[in-house]
């Protein structure tokens, strides 16, 4: 278990709303990498030509752009932000594993060491999914074939990946009424 798991653990029990919240910005904080990009007119956009240089190389002046992070695999913590931002959704500690649900039904799992996900997702589909691509996704054991389930390897997949895992296996569990609610949210 990693140090960050450790601690959060020990600190989810007895955490206060502004305790939980203050975690929660650090963690969303931790989802993008910013970058300083060099540009004369911040109203301006900055525009890559041929050669990759970007307008803003050649200008004077500062501005800070947040972007997706995808130097690093995807970690507890990632997940943690994006799916207790879900409606509906608490986390659990069971048998030393982290798992987030709706009521009583687990929609995502982490494995012990952290470095596999397990999901909500449709078994008519599980086997297309595992089959064109390997590398990623796992077919559950064989206790867990019965469910709606897949795995995915943590470090196969990016930060734009894992969203649409976890917002896709949240949409499984929650009233069709509540998905929808949140996808207009979204677009909004």
């Known amino acids: 278990m990693t140090e960050a798991a450790r601690s959060a653990k020990a600190a989810w029990p007895s955490e206060t709303a502004g305790a939980a919240e203050s975690r929660r910005a650090r963690?969303?904080?931790?989802?993008?990498?910013?970058?300083?990009?060099?540009?004369?007119?911040i109203s301006q956009p900055v525009k890559t030509d041929d050669s990759g240089e970007t307008a803003a190389s050649r200008s004077a002046g500062y501005r800070a752009v947040?972007?997706?992070?995808?130097?690093?695999?995807?970690?507890?913590?990632d997940v943690r932000v994006l799916a207790l931002s879900l409606p509906r959704t608490t986390e659990a500690f069971v048998y030393g594993r982290v798992k987030f649900r709706v009521g009583r039904i687990v929609y995502l799992a982490f494995s012990r060491d952290e470095t596999v996900l397990g999901f909500a997702f449709p078994k008519e589909e599980r086997e297309w999914l595992v089959g064109t691509e390997p590398h990623k996704f796992l077919m559950p054991t064989g206790s867990d074939l019965r469910w709606n389930w897949v795995e995915v390897r943590l470090a196969a997949i990016d930060i734009t990946e894992m969203r649409e895992i976890v917002f896709d296996a949240w949409r499984m569990v929650v009233p069709k009424s509540?998905?929808?609610?949140?996808q207009r949210e979204l677009l909004e």
């Open 27 to 41: 963690s969303v904080e931790s989802m993008f990498s910013v970058h300083v990009t060099i540009v004369s007119d």
């Open 66 to 77: 947040m972007e997706p992070r995808v130097d690093a695999m995807v970690t507890l913590d």
């Open 178 to 182: 509540v998905a929808a609610a949140q």
